[in-house]
């Protein structure tokens, strides 16, 4: 069975929103909060800043953590976000850059994104709890 998570993440890539809106998306519903500037402004990020880039999960997991922690940089959850992100994908993807895990193939990433989403998104509430912050 699928967790609300995976749930949500589904519902939002069907509204038409990319893997940065979404992470971002998901904490706004957790804090039962809106911006939509915000949420269009993630679109810059979207497919490795629309250029296979930086996978936009791991960007906009990282804004997740700056806009929930205005002190995430300096608490230095980022940097564990990023070490974390890069030790879980790179290996089975050869890298962490959006053209890199869906392998060129856009197919690959309605198979392969939401799972990275659910488990990034899991992995912020992991490291905001640590840091007293609840989402």
Same mark, same amino acid.
């Given at each position: 069975?699928?967790?609300?998570?995976?749930?949500?993440?589904?519902?939002?890539?069907?509204? $038409?929103?990319? %893997?940065?809106?979404?992470?971002?998306?998901?904490? &706004?519903?957790? @804090?039962?909060?809106? =911006?939509?500037?915000?949420?269009?402004?993630?679109?810059?990020?979207?497919?490795?800043?629309?250029? $296979?880039?930086? %996978?936009?999960?791991?960007?906009?997991?990282?804004? &997740?953590?700056? @806009?929930?922690?205005? =002190?995430?940089?300096?608490?230095?959850?980022?940097?564990?976000?990023?070490?974390?992100?890069?030790?879980?994908?790179?290996?089975?993807?050869?890298?962490?850059?959006?053209?890199?895990?869906?392998?060129?193939?856009?197919?690959?990433?309605?198979?392969?994104?939401?799972?990275?989403?659910?488990?990034?998104?899991?992995?912020?509430?992991?490291?905001?709890?640590?840091?007293?912050?609840?989402?």
């Amino acid at each position: 069975m699928a967790s609300n998570t995976s749930k949500d993440i589904a519902r939002l890539a069907m509204q $038409g929103y990319c %893997c940065s809106q979404i992470m971002v998306l998901l904490a &706004l519903e957790a @804090m039962e909060d809106e =911006n939509p500037q915000l949420v269009d402004a993630m679109r810059g990020l979207c497919k490795g800043l629309h250029s $296979g880039m930086t %996978c936009g999960v791991l960007t906009g997991a990282a804004c &997740l953590l700056s @806009m929930v922690n205005p =002190n995430a940089a300096k608490d230095h959850l980022i940097a564990r976000l990023v070490e974390w992100f890069q030790m879980s994908f790179s290996e089975c993807y050869g890298g962490i850059n959006c053209a890199q895990i869906v392998d060129d193939n856009p197919k690959n990433s309605f198979e392969r994104c939401p799972r990275i989403m659910e488990l990034t998104f899991e992995k912020c509430r992991e490291l905001l709890s640590e840091s007293g912050q609840a989402l």
